[in-house]
Nanobody, 114 residues
Framework: DVQLVESGGGLVQPGGSLRLSCAAS????????MHWFRQAPGKELEWVAM????????AYGDSVKGRFVISRDNAKATLYLQMNDLRTEDSGVYYC????????RGQGTQVTVS
């Protein structure tokens, strides 16, 4: 079974930084395109970023471009999201997924910028 466990969220002031992690198992992580998503209360799931298996191709949503950096360690089967210059509108639950649909995904990690 695919298992994705996000961590690293927390409460941070505007302008601050956080680094999220996603530990993956149950599939060949090193061969998978990986994505980060987020969901704010009352809003739909929003795609945040994508990274190719060899980290040679990546993409970001317009709202995070230039502030967030997606990376991965295939040896550790772990995906990361470095979030800088955080804004209040970045608050929400952050998820990782191997699917561009966002399903399946982990339980998420809460990020609160306030």
């Amino acid at each position: 079974d695919v298992q994705l466990v996000e961590s690293g969220g927390g409460l941070v002031q505007p302008g601050g930084s956080l680094r999220l992690s996603c530990a993956a198992s149950g599939f060949t992580f090193a061969a998978a395109y990986m994505h980060w998503f987020r969901q704010a209360p009352g809003k739909e799931l929003e795609w945040v970023a994508m990274l190719s298996p060899a980290s040679t191709s990546f993409a970001y949503g317009d709202s995070v471009k230039g502030r967030f950096v997606i990376s991965r360690d295939n040896a550790k089967a772990t995906l990361y999201l470095q979030m800088n210059d955080l804004r209040t509108e970045d608050s929400g639950v952050y998820y990782c997924s191997k699917s561009q649909s966002g399903n399946p995904r982990g339980q998420g990690t809460q990020v609160t910028v306030s």
